[in-house]
């Protein structure tokens, strides 16, 4: 018997203005996508914000645009935004006790698996940040009652956890907290 296993590959990308507007915006879009897919909200929203403030606030040159984009492949989540200031780097660190500013990449650090960034193509710069999703729960059994189905199960539907996925893009600077 010949057993096909195949990989579902969820993408959203989209390029948005380096204004506060824009990185609200990105914040939205994400919150939408990930309700759409089935995918938990909360973390993701919440890297997506810092991430695009960073890009809005540290990568911003006028008259070009940053790109979010999110995909899936097994039970990972990548989360990556683009702009174009690929002479910045980013890096996390601790601010002094009263700054207004300065914490965002220690959210993303706090709520990601692991994070990162890739330079390029010039003058390109990416941060990116991967979420572990959790195992879809097995259908609990419910005793029947008078409106039962017949004995056919109503599972939920939901997002399959593929056997295998394919290698996530290597980045060139990561941080992991496994």
Do not use: C
């Not at 980013?90 to 700054?99: F, G, N, Y």
């Not at 008078?146 to 004995?151: R, T």
């Not at 109503?154 to 996530?168: D, F, I, S, Y």
């Amino acid at each position: 018997m010949n057993q096909e296993t195949s990989t579902l590959i969820r993408n959203f990308s989209v390029p948005l203005s380096p204004t506060p507007r824009g990185a609200r915006l990105a914040r939205l879009l994400a919150t939408e996508q990930l309700r759409d897919w089935g995918l938990p909200l909360e973390s993701a929203a919440h890297i997506v914000a810092e991430l695009a403030a960073n890009a809005v606030t540290h990568g911003r040159v006028p008259g070009r645009d940053f790109r979010l984009t999110l995909y899936v492949v097994g039970d990972t989540l990548r989360i990556e935004v683009t702009d174009t200031r690929g002479d910045r780097a980013a890096h996390a660190q601790h601010p002094v006790a009263d700054a207004e500013s300065g914490r965002g990449l220690l959210v993303v650090d706090a709520l990601a698996t692991r994070w990162g960034t890739n330079t390029g193509p010039h003058p390109r710069k990416t941060v990116w940040a991967e979420v572990t999703l959790p195992s879809p729960s097995p259908p609990k059994p419910s005793p029947l009652s008078s409106g039962d189905m017949g004995g056919l199960s109503q599972e939920p539907l939901g997002r399959k956890n593929p056997h295998q996925a394919p290698p996530l893009p290597p980045a060139a600077q990561t941080h992991s907290r496994e």
